[in-house]
C-alpha cells in the first residue's frame, strides 16, 4: 500500500490547469478535491453560474449518475441485513418484472421475442445486466429505442415527472433487450434499485438514504431537492446547444427543478451534493465500510462492491464506456488495467453526466471528486476531466 502524502510543488499544477478550462468560457466555475491519507486539498474555481456569485467549496452541484455509488451502497445495506439477497429474484417486490419476455435481437420488432430464460435478480440489477439499458446506437434506430423513448423511461438528461410505480408499470410493458446477465446495458437498472429499496424498506427512497447513509456520514447537502435557504448555493448547470454550438441553460440555479420535490426520486441520477459530502461518502468506501466509529459498511461488502462483476462477454458492446481497461463494480466503474497515468487497477467510482467525476483509489489511498456543472456531450471524458485526474496523480509524491 502507498504510504506517501502530496508534493505541494507538483499540486499547485491543478489550480491553472483547471483555471484555463473557466478562462476559456467551457463552464462558469468548479470545484475540485484531493485527499491521499489524512490531506485534503480543495481548489474552488470561478463562479456558480456566468456573472454570478463567486464559487465556493460548499456550492451543492447536481450529480447525475455519481448517484448510483449511493444507491448501490444503500442495496448493499439491506443485502447484509438479509431483506435482499443477490441471488433473489425480484419480482416478489417488483412484480412488474415478472414473466419477462426478451427481443430476439435487439434490432428486432417489439413483438418479436422469446420468453426470459430466467427471473431477474438483485445481481443482475446492481451490475446492470438484467436486459435493458441505454443502447448506444445514434440517432436512434431499433424499435426499443423509440417505445422507451415514447413511455418516458428512456436514460437520458431529464428524470421521470411521473410517480416510481407509473415509472415500473411503463417498464413492466417492455420486452427486454437481452436475456437476464446476458450483456451489461447502462443506468436503468439503479433507477429500478430505488423503486425496490422503497418498497423493501417501506420508506421513500430519500428517507432510507437519509437515516442510513447521509445522517450517519454527516452529508448535509446531499439529498434530491435543494431546500430554499440552501438555493444561493445551487450552482447553475448548462448545455451545449447543438445548433448553435454554445452554452445555454440546461437548469438555471434561480428557478431549478431540484428547487422543488421530485415527482420521481431516481436511484440512477437524481441527487444533489458538494464535494465535502461526496468525499465523506467515498471516505467511508476508502476505510472499508467505516465512518469514525461506526460501522456504515462492512469491509467485505465494500470489497465486493467495488470488485469487478462482468464477464468479457457481459461487456460486449460497452466499448464506449470500458474500453480495454475498465469494467463495473456494483454502483460504479472498476479500473482493471494501467492505460493512463491515472488509472490504478482496483480504482473505483463513476462520472455524472452534468459534469462531475469521482473515484476512489485503496492503492494509492485517493480519493479525486471534480465537480462542474458544463453537461457531458459523451460517454468519454470531456478534456476538464482527463486533466483534473492527470494533475492529481502526478502529484503522487512517493
Known amino acids: 500500500m502507498a504510504g506517501g502524502g502530496l508534493s505541494k510543488a507538483r499540486l499547485a499544477r491543478l489550480h491553472p490547469v483547471l483555471a484555463a478550462h473557466v478562462a476559456r468560457g467551457d463552464m462558469p466555475g468548479m470545484v475540485a478535491l484531493v485527499a491521499r491519507g489524512d490531506e485534503v486539498v480543495v481548489e474552488a474555481i470561478g463562479t456558480q453560474s456566468f456573472g454570478g456569485a463567486p464559487m465556493r467549496r460548499d456550492t451543492i452541484f ?6 448510483k455509488l449511493v444507491t448501490a ?25 415478472a414473466n419477462r419476455t426478451v427481443l ?142 454554445a452554452l445555454t441553460f440546461f437548469d438555471d440555479a434561480a428557478d431549478s427543478r431540484w428547487s422543488r420535490p421530485p415527482a420521481f426520486a431516481a436511484g440512477g441520477s437524481g441527487l444533489v451534493s458538494t464535494v465535502d459530502d461526496f468525499h465523506s461518502f467515498l471516505r467511508m468506501l476508502l476505510d472499508k465500510g467505516r465512518h469514525g466509529r461506526e460501522q456504515i459498511l462492512a469491509r467485505p461488502t465494500v470489497e465486493l462492491m467495488m470488485s469487478d462483476q462482468l464477464t468479457d462477454g457481459q461487456k460486449q458492446g460497452a466499448e464506449i464506456f470500458f474500453g480495454m481497461g475498465a469494467s463495473w463494480g456494483m454502483g460504479g466503474a472498476v479500473i482493471t488495467r494501467r492505460t493512463d497515468v491515472s488509472t490504478t487497477p482496483g480504482r473505483f467510482g ?44 502526478q502529484a503522487i509524491d512517493d
Request: overall charge negative; glycine content about 6%; charged content about 20%.
Open 62 to 67: 447536481r450529480i447525475a449518475s455519481m448517484t
Open 73 to 97: 451502497a444503500a442495496v448493499l445495506l439491506l443485502v447484509e441485513e438479509c431483506k435482499l439477497r443477490l441471488a433473489d429474484p425480484v419480482e416478489h417486490f417488483l412484480p412488474e418484472l
Open 104 to 245: 430476439r435481437t435487439p434490432e428486432s420488432p417489439l413483438d418479436d421475442t422469446v420468453p426470459a430464460r430466467r427471473s431477474i435478480t438483485v445481481r443482475d440489477l446492481l451490475t446492470f445486466t438484467f436486459g435493458l439499458g441505454a443502447v448506444m446506437e445514434w440517432p436512434p434506430k431499433y424499435p426499443i429505442q423509440k417505445a422507451v423513448d415514447e413511455l418516458g423511461v428512456a436514460p437520458g438528461p431529464w428524470q421521470p415527472n411521473f410517480s416510481a410505480d407509473e415509472f415500473m408499470k411503463r417498464l413492466g410493458r417492455l420486452p427486454l433487450i437481452h436475456q437476464p446477465g446476458e450483456r451489461w446495458l447502462y443506468h436503468t437498472g439503479s433507477d429500478i434499485l430505488g423503486v425496490l429499496i422503497a418498497r423493501v424498506s417501506g420508506q421513500t427512497l430519500e428517507a432510507f438514504f437519509q437515516e442510513r447513509l447521509f445522517a450517519p456520514l454527516g452529508m448535509r447537502d446531499t439529498g434530491f431537492q435543494v431546500p430554499a435557504a440552501k438555493l444561493e448555493r445551487l450552482a447553475t448547470a448548462y448545455m451545449i446547444d447543438p445548433e448553435k454550438q
Open 350 to 393: 463513476w462520472d455524472g453526466g452534468y459534469g462531475t467525476t469521482a473515484h476512489v483509489d485503496p492503492a494509492e489511498r485517493m480519493i479525486g471528486i471534480l465537480m462542474t456543472q458544463r453537461m457531458m456531450e459523451s460517454p468519454q471524458p470531456p478534456a476538464v476531466f482527463s486533466d483534473f485526474w492527470t494533475s492529481t496523480y
